[in-house]
Nanobody, 122 residues
Framework: QVQLVESGGGLVQAGGSLRLSCVAS????????MGWSRQAPGKQRELVAV???????VYADSVKGRFTISRDNAKNTVYLQMNSLKPEDTAVYYC????????????????WGQGTQVTVSS
């Protein structure tokens, strides 16, 4: 129904930057909230940032001031600009979208991408 494709991950040195992108595709949907989460080896998945359809944003304390989430509604795309990267930011980053059907009144649904690896070397 909804497909999310992340891109932009890679290997960077500490202090460097990366920009992640996530494109959502689907038929007859309206995306309410998009966000990014991450999961490092041996750790629970952590919500990193979310952005509403109106542009309101919320960040995890661990990334506040370093990461910026943004959205292009026309392209159904969410971005995560990551600056001042630290080794502890190393994780698989997942895109998430909460959406509703524009055809059926069936409540909201949630979709996840496959993830993109971000590795920050010290």
């Amino acid at each position: 129904q909804v497909q999310l494709v992340e891109s932009g991950g890679g290997l960077v040195q500490a202090g460097g930057s990366l920009r992640l992108s996530c494109v959502a595709s689907g038929s007859s949907i309206s995306i309410n909230v998009m966000g990014w989460s991450r999961q490092a080896p041996g750790k629970q998945r952590e919500l990193v940032a979310v952005i509403s359809s109106g542009g309101s944003t919320v960040y995890a304390d661990s990334v506040k001031g370093r990461f910026t989430i943004s959205r292009d509604n026309a392209k159904n795309t969410v971005y995560l600009q990551m600056n001042s990267l630290k080794p502890e930011d190393t994780a698989v980053y997942y895109c998430n979208a909460e959406y509703v059907s524009t055809v059926y009144f069936s409540g909201s649904s949630n979709a996840w991408g496959q993830g993109t690896q971000v590795t920050v070397s010290s």
